[in-house]
Structure formats: C-alpha cells, structure tokens
C-alpha cells in the first residue's frame, strides 16, 4: 500500500523555478572541462572529491565549500577540487536519516519538496560563492534530473554499481560518473558496470523511453570491499590497481581507463584518520610506477569542519553520519597532494 503525501512537481518545473543563471552555467561548464580532462588524461592534475558523509544542513557545508574555494586557489595549477555535497544517503539496513532530499531538516519529518528546492539552492550557491560546482551520489537515478545542470561529477554507490537502472542512467550523463567496486570487491562486476555505463541504451525514464549515446567518461572506484564475514578489506593498494589497469586492457573495449581512490570506507574501516596515510601511500605509488599514475585520477576524501561525528546535530559542522577528517588536516593532506603531483 501506498500513502500519497505530497506532489512532487517534475524537474523541468522545478528547474524553472530555480533556474541556473547564465554566468552560473559558464563557470560549471569550465568546471565540467577541467574534471573530462583529467579522466580522459589530457590534463596531469588530479581530482579531489571532498566533503561531509553527507551534507546534512546547508549552512555547515556551505562554509566548508568557501574555505573549499579560497583552498583553490593556491592548488588549481595542480588539483580539481571538487566538493562532495551527498545529498541522499544510503542506509544498510534501510532505515535512518536517507540524507537532505528526502530530509532537508533533520530534526524534522521528511518533506522531499523542499529538500529537492535546498539541494538546489545549495548546489546554486556552491558555484555563485566559492566558483565550485560540486558531485553527488545518484543513490535514486530518477532524481538525477533535479541536479543534472548544477554537478560536476556523478558518484554511483558500492550498493549501486550491479544495479540496471543505475548503468542504464549513467549511459546518458555527459560528465565523470565513478562507479565503485561492489561491495563484495568484484573487479569483474565493477568493470562490467563500466562498460554498461559507456554503451548506447534504450530504456523508460521519466515517462519518455530514451535513447543514450553511452558515457565514456564513467571509470572505477576503489573504495575497498567486504568479506562473508563483515571485515573490511581494503583495495586501495598497488597490487589492486594493476589489476584494474590490467583488467581495463583485457576487456578491450573501455574507454579512458580510470581510478579514483576512495580513502575512506571499506579502505580505512570507516578509521577516518588514516585516510592521510592512504592517500600518501597512493601518492608514493604514483612515484614509483608510470602506469600507476596514469590509472589513478585522484580521490574521495571525507571531510567536514569538525573532526569526527556526533549522533545529533549539535556541533557546528560536524558529521551526524560517518566520521569525517576535520578542516586543518583536511588542508595539510590537499596541500600536500597537491605538492605531489
């Protein structure tokens, strides 16, 4: 049985009603270049996903994406930042907060509406206040169309990536979509995905059946993997790289063969400390083999003003989800990447 609540308006009319200004959809389409350039290896710079688990009240995250935009400036000859504003969240047992767009105020009843108006709103401000367009996790591939003219980059999610409908979307954006490994660590599920995600489709979305031209611009996720018995196992290594890499060649038929390194997760047991050591280790490794730095394009980094996480949302700028890094090592560890390249 299904309880109507609320009328939710389609993404045109809702576009129209917060539409993306000119100056606005220029500086989003320089920003959509600089990251195309990075997976398809036209430019050496890295890409740097950063951001709270989940973006969980606009004031906090907006503050994070100004210091985000001044932090830019000093690395933009060497890094793409891109600002992680996840704004649905996935629960393993389905039940708890499902992130702003179903919840824009968490201390309140769900009310999707204005959730879909604050995403916008913040996604607006993100690129008007700090001149960062920012990614997203398409957890509910139909919503994609709410926000499809405000992101930079796509994430689909480890819980995601068999999913059909998620390969099937992913084949008509025209940005970077990371899809990462499932959660069982299958690299020849992962890069099955991929390919699904590059080829031509026909399917049902939003009442039309569509047709997609395939996006060569999806690539992997590493975001390490669990085992039958709830370890977590991280992938992040040299050795589970090279064979992606290896992977991306024997398949034949990927384009732009691609990593990005999540450092939190399943790679750092969700320890959000050691993502530090993770991405030096990475960067090492970027050192050592040629290869290697070709295939990795960067990270995902979880990060908030304040270190940690807290249950309610008391503290300023404090995760009410995952554990996150706070803002100072946040600058070292980009600065330090940064200096890497």
């Not at 100056?23 to 951001?51: F, N, P």
């Not at 509406?113 to 913040?122: A, S």
């Not at 992040?236 to 398949?251: D, P, R, S």
């Amino acid at each position: 049985m299904f309880e109507k609540q609320i009328e939710i308006p389609s993404p045109e009319e809702i576009v129209a009603e917060l539409p993306v200004p000119a100056e606005v959809a220029a500086v989003k389409q320089k920003r959509d270049r600089l990251a195309l350039d990075v997976i398809t290896g036209k430019s050496d710079k890295l890409i740097v996903i950063v951001g709270p688990c989940s973006a969980h009240e606009s004031a906090p995250v907006l503050e994070f994406v100004r210091r985000l935009g001044r932090l830019n400036e000093k690395v933009c000859d060497r890094l793409v930042l891109i600002p992680r504003i996840y704004t649905a969240k996935p629960r393993t047992k389905g039940v708890g907060y499902m992130g702003m767009f179903s919840q824009p105020d968490i201390e309140h009843k769900e009310d999707t509406l204005k959730g879909i108006r604050t995403i916008r709103e913040i996604l607006l401000a993100s690129i008007t206040e700090a001149g960062l367009s920012a990614a997203d996790e398409m957890l509910y591939p139909e919503n994609y169309a709410y926000v499809e003219d405000l992101l930079t980059y796509v994430t689909i999610g480890a819980r995601s990536s068999e999913d059909q409908m998620h390969r099937l979307v992913s084949s008509g954006v025209e940005l970077p979509v990371g899809i990462k490994n499932p959660m069982s660590g299958s690299i020849p599920v992962l890069l099955n995905s991929i390919y699904a995600a590059q080829q031509p489709q026909v399917f049902k979305y939003h009442n039309w059946q569509v047709k997609t031209g395939g996006n060569p611009y999806s690539h992997a996720v590493l975001r390490g993997r669990v085992d039958n018995y709830g370890n977590d196992i991280p992938n992040y290594h040299y050795e589970t790289v090279m064979q992606i890499l290896e992977g991306y060649e024997n398949f034949g038929e990927l384009k732009n063969p691609a990593v990005i390194i999540d450092a939190n997760h399943s790679n750092s047991g969700k320890q959000f400390r050691q993502q530090i050591r993770i991405v030096e280790e990475v960067m090492q490794n970027r050192l050592y083999d040629r290869d290697f730095r070709r295939a990795v394009k960067g990270f995902m980094i979880e990060s908030f003003l304040v270190e940690g996480c807290q249950e309610h949302d008391v503290v300023f700028g404090k995760s009410v989800t995952d554990p996150c890094l706070g803002w100072e090592d946040t600058e070292r560890l980009i600065l330090g990447i940064a200096e890497k390249v």
